[in-house]
């Protein structure tokens, strides 16, 4: 499948040193969200007039071709919205208030997580436990998966 402008400018806002500062950076989906969004339109306001994307293989091509100054504004003018709706839904302190701000972004069929003892991505399902009341959060294989 050929990478999109869109796609290449989400990824490189995803760099290893943010984790530095903020090891939870990127710690669950919803933050993880949260900051690419932000990164990616702190990124596309800085930069009112289209920008080169460089094709991320190193293949020397650019994706230029792609957009317009016009289809560039729309898509920086959407992430800048999105990203304020996002921040706005992540930061809600009411449940049923950020579920409902979640659904207006995602549809009615976003549900809220299941109540879980675990405050995991994976819930339950990704700790197992140790003796002693620990949880282990591997999956007990090796390997990169492990």
């Known amino acids: 499948m050929a990478s999109r402008p869109s796609t290449t400018l989400l990824g490189e806002r995803v760099e290893e040193w ?6 939870g950076y990127y710690s669950d989906v919803p933050t993880a969200l949260l900051h690419l969004m932000s990164d990616l339109d702190e990124w596309l ?6 920008p080169s994307v460089s094709d ?7 994706f230029d071709h792609r957009w317009s100054q016009e289809t560039y504004a729309y898509f920086r003018d959407r992430v800048h919205v999105h990203a304020a709706e996002i921040k706005e839904a992540y930061d809600e ?3 049923e208030s950020s579920v409902a701000k979640w659904q207006a972004l995602f549809g009615d069929k976003f549900q809220a997580p299941a109540v879980s003892s675990f405050s995991s991505k994976f819930g339950a399902a990704g ?6 009341g620990e949880v282990s959060w591997s999956s007990g ?3 990169r998966a492990g």
Do not use: I, N, W
């Open 93 to 95: 302190t009411d449940e």
């Open 45 to 50: 306001q800085a930069r009112p007039y289209k």
């Open 56 to 62: 991320p293989s190193g293949s020397g091509v650019t």
């Open 18 to 23: 943010k984790k530095l500062g903020d090891p």
């Open 127 to 132: 700790a197992a436990a140790t003796g002693a």
């Open 141 to 143: 294989r090796s390997g």
